[in-house]
């Protein structure tokens, strides 16, 4: 169980502005095999929230902990066994990619730094993931730039699956794909959740994305969790009014 207590992230801005807080006083637990979906704008703090749930930022203020265990940047960086429990999937599939990496070697590049793999071990991994994430062989060797959007977003969460991660954090999946590319990864996302048993933080400023996905629903607004609920079908149970706002984008629900 991932847990976040009491943690911000605070931003000086200069000594006549003062400070910012991206993220404040954030208390929540992604719970074993849960799927739960944070929602809010751009600005909201949502990637910040990401960040410093990876590793990739120390917190302010405020504790991570997994498996009741405190964890810190330090120690993402100095222990591997650390960082295959938590991986993240970003917004970006193609500046993600390293694109001097081939996608057999961007999948493998994992297994390679976390894991103790023989040459064929790795090879029967990789295509396998490959095969899992329906990315035709015949592409192993193509570099990130020669795939279409959707198949970077693949390679990349091939390459998270790769670390067999406990926890998977989502940071704007499907943003920037088509409308029918969205609802292919969204219904991957769904099937790898069921498939592999694993915890995912799905972060994203589409509502109805959300809704389709997560059994548990969180909105972010100015760095702060404003609302929190178990999502089983009735919007009726989101009540803050900014919840009502980005529901009513894609809902006929009154404000």
Request: proline residues 4%; aromatic residues 6%.
């Amino acid at each position: 169980m991932l847990e976040a207590k009491c943690l911000s992230k605070r931003y000086e801005k200069g000594a006549s502005s003062g400070a910012q807080y991206a993220v404040k006083q954030v208390n929540f637990s992604l719970e074993d095999g849960s799927f739960c979906a944070l929602v809010g704008e751009s600005g909201s703090g949502k990637s910040t929230l990401a960040r410093l749930l990876c590793g990739v930022l120390p917190p302010t203020e405020g504790s991570i902990l997994l498996d009741g265990a405190p964890i810190s940047c330090k120690q993402f960086y100095r222990n591997p066994q650390l960082r295959s429990k938590i991986q993240m999937v970003l917004q970006d599939g193609k500046s993600a990619l390293d694109p001097r990496f081939s996608v057999y070697r961007s999948i493998a590049e994992p297994l390679r730094n976390l894991k103790h793999l023989s040459g064929a071990e790795e090879r029967e991994r990789v295509y396998g993931l490959m095969e899992e994430l329906e990315l035709p062989v015949t592409l192993a060797q193509r570099k990130a730039y020669e795939l279409s959007g959707g198949q970077q977003k693949r390679v990349c969460i091939a390459r998270a699956l790769a670390a067999e991660p406990e926890i998977i954090i989502f940071d704007e999946a499907v943003s920037g794909l088509d409308v029918l590319l969205q609802k292919n990864v969204l219904d991957l996302l769904k099937r790898l959740h069921a498939q592999f048993s694993m915890s995912c933080l799905f972060i994203t400023h589409d509502m109805d994305a959300a809704l389709y996905l997560a059994d548990r629903v969180m909105v972010m607004q100015n760095g702060v969790i404003v609302e929190d609920r178990h999502f089983s079908g009735d919007a009726d149970c989101f009540t803050h009014p900014y919840s009502r706002l980005l529901l009513s984008s894609v809902l006929s629900v009154p404000l």
